[in-house]
């Protein structure tokens, strides 16, 4: 099986912080995603990559920039963290259509 | 960006009773995906539909692929306390030479044992 680790379940940072999200896969997938999921808003997609150093903008990219230096690995950064960036941060790969989500980090920042 | 119409948003149900919830896009897809989010965990792959009209099923859930390619249903029969969690329908379509997806706002399932 797929298995999609991200490095932190729960995390609290300061407004202004810099904030780094981390995300390994272990099935040499090609294609992998960050999404923020809000209440009422289901996932939005944030970032995405197709291969190694290659990324692409999603629907809200505003505040976020990401890194893949590895195939495997894939960071989502807050360059200044905010208030309304509090969100459930979900990582996937895929192949074909179909996505494996790891479980999540929850970030608050205060 | 664009989001896709899920319903309803949240439910209570008995256990043993069936469950019915869909999702509406005003674009078409290629590719409709149903997926089933626990407490605490991310989303995992249900039911994924290619083709128009195409019913799946699998155990207790079955799935349509909307004639119009701009609709999908999802259905579980019996529901058990299990069944508790998000359901998320996905909608999948090749743009810029790579497949697009995007999510439904969600369907939280509530089960009364």
């Known amino acids: 099986d797929v298995k999609v680790t991200q490095s932190s379940r729960y995390l609290v940072k300061r407004t202004g912080e810099k904030v780094f999200l981390e995300c390994v896969q272990d099935m040499d997938h090609e294609n992998m995603f960050w999404y923020r999921q809000d209440p009422g808003l289901g996932l939005r997609l944030i970032y995405f990559s197709y291969d190694v150093k290659m990324k692409e903008k999603g629907d809200i990219p505003e505040g976020y920039s990401v890194s893949r230096e590895k195939k495997e690995r894939f960071s989502l950064i807050l360059e200044s963290a905010s208030t309304n960036q509090t969100s459930m941060y979900l990582c996937?790969?895929?192949?074909?259509?179909?996505?494996?989500f790891g479980s999540g980090t929850r970030l608050t920042v205060v | 960006g664009q989001q896709l119409n899920q319903s309803p948003q949240s439910m209570f149900i008995q256990e043993g009773e069936d469950v019915s919830m869909n999702c509406t896009s005003s674009s078409i897809f290629n590719t409709w995906l149903w997926y089933k989010q626990d407490p605490g965990e991310g989303p995992v792959l249900l039911i994924a539909?290619?083709?128009?009209?195409e019913l799946t099923s699998n155990g207790r859930l079955t799935a349509q692929f909307g004639t119009t390619r701009k609709d999908s249903f999802l259905n579980i029969s019996a529901s058990i306390p299990s069944d508790v969690g998000i359901y998320f329908c996905a909608g999948q379509l090749n743009s810029g030479g790579y497949q697009k997806v995007t999510f439904g706002t969600g369907t939280k399932l509530q089960v009364i044992p």
């Open positions: 996937a790969s895929s192949f074909a259509s179909q996505n494996t």
């Open positions: 539909l290619y083709k128009a009209g």
